[in-house]
């Protein structure tokens, strides 16, 4: 009797809604097809069967008008590595190129329209109807945002404020809180994660945040509620929701997406690519390799490899089909850098270098150069480098294009936030806001100068004298002391060597020097306070901090360079390569051959690829605890 009901309320309904169609609404048949059925299978049917529909799949509730994510995008989007905006009509015919640079866009579906929001890289904010609709600019500055269902846009600002707006013709309203993501759902609760991976939810924009237990870095919502996170440690998480508890979903994976299904895909350290279905069945390996994926409500799946190459997949029993062109990112997500090229280096030849973390290997960037200097801009590495010929070129990541800069420099140096500084043949020295804007001529003389994320510049002269200066807009300030080579710390310390092989370190501008025991001729320093530093025969020195002491490091080394999450590379007098995770670990070969190598100094450049082994070196980790003994007795 019940199931004679919900046909004949099923029915009913479905008459009513076509009148209303008929003689009122006059839907596209689309839409039609969208409120009148609640599955897939039935969205793909004619408007010929809607009675017959309406006895097979009965009709969602109207909260569930909007019950899909993503909906069936007519048109996916993708961006380069040079910033240009492209969409496919989901077929593997190739892309169509839309005018215009942006560094993110989110897409959707509403109704028979599809709305594009989108990012440059000046945090301007823009909004398109479509594939022939023209960019509108949008008031407000972001880092990052999402559409929901109903159009309702969220989004992140540079400063990790939250802001939300009805549509593209409402204005901005402020949300209290702090984040650094977030993920929307179809009944208008938002996720989101701040910069200590705390987590908070919020029923609207009208709620309270609520804070959820545990940390996550990355999280995505299904339409019912479900939340899939992943933590700093690759752990996989989900829960059914605010009221449930989390779940730990066995595996380690550095990035997944879900669709409304209830359809995991994910992308594990090693770029494998991996399938479940839902909460209870295990993971399936599906062959290839990505650097990342968006999945489609019905069950589609498009990705991108290391080479920016594009692939698409029909569901976990499907085959890969390639989509030609490059892109660096695809919607609804942030170009993170996971191409894991934060190492650059250039050989006797000249020729440059990028380590690829997926391929574990180096791949050649087009190009001949002398030097450069690396910084990370909203997750890509940006390259500047100068030529045999005095030439400045600037590249946007691995797969972006030289383009070559106004000027002559011999010398160059950026800082994290995109400043470049650079000294000519003459010691004249020169700085530019970023790559859109002009040189600017700083009086005086120096050799080599070092860059600080607060603006600040460190310099030598030819004298070996030490100037600092505040910034472009300040004056130079001449440093008691004598050095040869200097490095800076972002909280402000300065280490250097003298002619003599001395070593000295202070802790800021009115700081005085502080002789530090022991003779180097090079050193490197990272956000931690880790110093590596190389003799004049070669040997290999490591030093926590000021108040450490010196510890002896097996190998043979001329040069050296530290990231901020201790890993550490450097190159022998043969050009050969070396890595290690940290003192405690043993070197690593790296194969190849280089004379100098670059690594980019941010939090956001953790690069250790699975090649970088940690065998353990159990005589330094004794070496180490004995040090850390040693120093507390002294402090005691």
Known sequence: ????????????????????????????????????????????????????????????????????????????????????????ARNTNGWDHHPGELIYLDALQVGPKQIVWGINRHT?????????????????????????????????SPNQDIFTRENAQAPWVHIPGKLVTLDVMPDGRVWGINAADQIFTISGPTGQWQHIPGGLRLLRVMPDGRVWGINANQDIYTRAGVGSEWQHIPGKLMFLDVNAKGEVWGINSNYDIYFRNGVHVDWIHIPGKLMKLRV???????????????????????????IPGVLSTLWGLKDNGQFGNFLWGINPNDQIFAMNAQINGWIEVPGLLRSLDLFIERGTPIAWGVNSG?????????????????????????????????????????????????????????????????????????????????????????????????????????????????????????????????????????????????????????RNGVDGNWIHVPGKLVSISVMHDSSVYGINRA????????????????????????VVKTELASFQPNYLV??????????RKKAEAEEAARKK
Request: charged share 20%.
């Open 1 to 88: 009797i019940d199931y004679v009901k919900l046909m004949f309320n099923s029915v009913f309904l479905t008459l009513v809604q076509l009148i209303y169609f008929f003689f009122f609404k006059q839907k596209t048949a689309y839409e039609m097809l969208r409120s009148l059925v609640g599955s897939e299978m039935c969205i793909r049917d004619r408007l010929s069967i809607i009675l017959i529909l309406g006895l097979l799949c009965p009709i969602a509730p109207a909260q569930n008008a909007a019950a899909t994510k993503y909906e069936l995008l007519d048109r996916i989007w993708g961006i380069n590595q040079n910033q240009h905006i492209f969409s496919n």
């Open 124 to 156: 301007d904010i823009f909004y398109r109807e479509g594939h022939n609709g023209q960019w509108v600019h949008i008031p407000g500055k972001l880092d990052y945002l999402r559409i929901m269902p109903n159009g309702r846009i969220w989004g992140v």
């Open 296 to 322: 489609l409500d019905d069950g589609s799946v498009y990705g991108i490899n290391y080479l920016g190459h594009i692939y698409t997949i029909s569901g976990p029993k499907g085959s890969w089909q390639h």
């Open 390 to 542: 005095d030439q400045i070129f600037y590249r946007r990541g691995l797969y972006g294009v030289w383009r070559v800069i106004p000027g002559s420099l011999r010398y160059i140096k950026v800082n994290p936030l995109g400043r470049v500084w650079g000294i000519n043949a003459n010691q004249d020295i020169f700085t530019r806001e970023n790559v859109d804007s002009e040189w600017v001529h700083i009086q005086g003389k120096l050799e080599s100068l070092e860059v600080m994320p607060d603006g600040r510049v460190w310099g030598i002269n030819a004298a070996q004298q030490i100037f600092t200066i505040a910034g472009p807009s300040g004056s130079w300030q001449h440093i008691e002391g004598s050095l040869k080579m200097l490095k800076v710390m972002p909280d402000g310390r300065v280490w250097g060597i003298n002619a003599n092989q001395d070593i000295f370190t202070r802790a800021g501008v009115s700081s005085p020097w502080q002789h530090i025991p022991g003779k180097l001729v090079t050193l490197d320093v990272n956000q931690k306070g880790e110093v590596w530093g190389i003799n004049a025969n070669d040997d290999i020195f490591y």
């Open 575 to 598: 050009g050969q390569i070396f890595g290690r995770r940290g003192l405690e670990c043993q070197w690593v070969h790296i194969p190849g051959v280089l004379k100098n190598l670059w």
């Open 614 to 623: 940690c065998n353990p070196d159990t005589q330094l980790q004794a070496a």
